[in-house]
């Protein structure tokens, strides 16, 4: 179910909630099935990037800002390379995270907007041999 908030009839917040009850009041929205379309993305589309957004290990703006900054420099193909960033990110700290422990260089993860605005997603990590057991947790953030 969608929560949207609207003020003067503009859409100013959304997001997917379930209903529930609390203090014995049952608390319920408006469902729109349908996705809302709002300055020219969908509400899963704005999902998708936020997703990224957390998932990116480097530093970064706001999401609002980044999103803008994508949409803006990738105007012809963001939707399609939309659904590309989050398994790159994954697949590049996967690489980064192998080469540390074997002792390989890792540079600093770039800000997230020259990661988008040099399209880093399509950089190939090149294939390690065997995969490194790990017996500790890491923090991808700092890799």
Do not use: C
């Not at 009041?25 to 969908?42: C, K, L, M, P, Q």
């Not at 998932?55 to 963001?78: A, L, S, V």
């Not at 993860?109 to 500790?136: F, Y």
């Amino acid at each position: 179910m969608i929560l949207e908030v609207t003020i003067n009839g503009e859409s100013v917040f959304t997001k997917d909630i379930q209903p529930y009850e609390e203090f014995g009041f049952r608390f319920s929205v408006e469902a729109h099935d349908e996705e809302t379309v709002r300055n020219g993305y969908t509400n899963e589309q704005y999902r998708d990037f936020s997703i990224f957004h957390e998932t990116y290990p480097g530093k970064k703006r706001g999401i609002e800002t980044e999103f803008t900054n994508f949409r803006k420099k990738h105007k012809k193909d963001w939707r399609i390379e939309l659904s590309k960033l989050t398994d790159a990110i994954k697949s590049q700290a996967k690489y980064n995270l192998t080469a540390k422990f074997r002792g390989g260089f890792v540079p600093e993860w770039p800000m997230m907007s020259v990661w988008i605005n040099q399209r880093r997603w399509e950089i190939i990590p090149p294939v390690i041999d065997a995969p490194v057991e790990l017996n500790k947790n890491i923090n991808f953030k700092s890799i």
